[in-house]
């Protein structure tokens, strides 16, 4: 078991931060190249959701792992989402106008083995990533 | 981030070498439309050889380029995708609208051979 608790500017260059620090947390996990890739992309899309729809002043991601299974939380105090099964379907944007394929939550969802979403109007989201990791030889 | 233009014919060639994501495809975006508007190009080649790791903000970017490039009757061309961007290609849909070829060479003898 072990966890680490990132609390960072809501900026877009801090997207790529989050991105560094998932992959040095669970570096000692021995995680495949497949596995990281996949892990960093879904960060990157909750980070950004937060920053670009979310609107607060803050992003906080905490990482935990035990053994195997990684959990992400990407939580922000923002807007929040209305209609959460309507967010998460393919294609489903607000911002088409700044070019969002409305993909963000397809990708996370084929990427991780389970994504969580917690949101209401005015209270901010919270979404949770989660990832067991194949046993290495 | 860095980013190489060049005006090939009726293609413009962009091969950004940065990692894609919603920080650096405003940028992208914002120099390569430049440098689209100013030239007289149809086409437009985005050589992704140099990118290793891109999210679903570099596919709003992609389309956002396929679509300049139809306003002036022409197409968009990806080369040099690896693995995990073939993947994105894949679950994004891109594939169903954009030619993916090997390689630039591959994409510039595609618009020659084009019929219109
Ligand atoms: N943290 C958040 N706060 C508020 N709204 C959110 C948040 N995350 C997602 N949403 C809402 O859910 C929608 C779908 O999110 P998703 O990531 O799938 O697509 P997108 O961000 O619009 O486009 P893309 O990720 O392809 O650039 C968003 O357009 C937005 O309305
Ligand atoms: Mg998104």
Redesign the pocket.
Known sequence: MNKICVKMESLPENISFARVAVTAFISSLDPSVDEVSDIKTAVS?GV???V????ADYVSMNLSYLDRTIIIEIA?T????EDIEA??QPL????EDME????????MESFMDDVKVE?APGE??T?TLTKTLKNRE | MGLKIEIMGTALLAQPDCEID?HSAERLRAQIDAAFEKSSCRHIILDFSKISFMD??G??MVIGRYKNAEKRGGRLYITGMNGDMGRLYNISGLAKIITRTDTVEDALEAITNRRD
Do not use: C, P, Q, W
């Open positions: 899309e950004t959701n937060a670009i729809h979310g609107g922000d923002g807007v929040g989402i967010a998460r489903f944007t607000t911002k969002r394929s409305g993909l963000g939550f397809t990708v949101s901010g989201t979404v | 919603h679903s903000s596919i709003g």
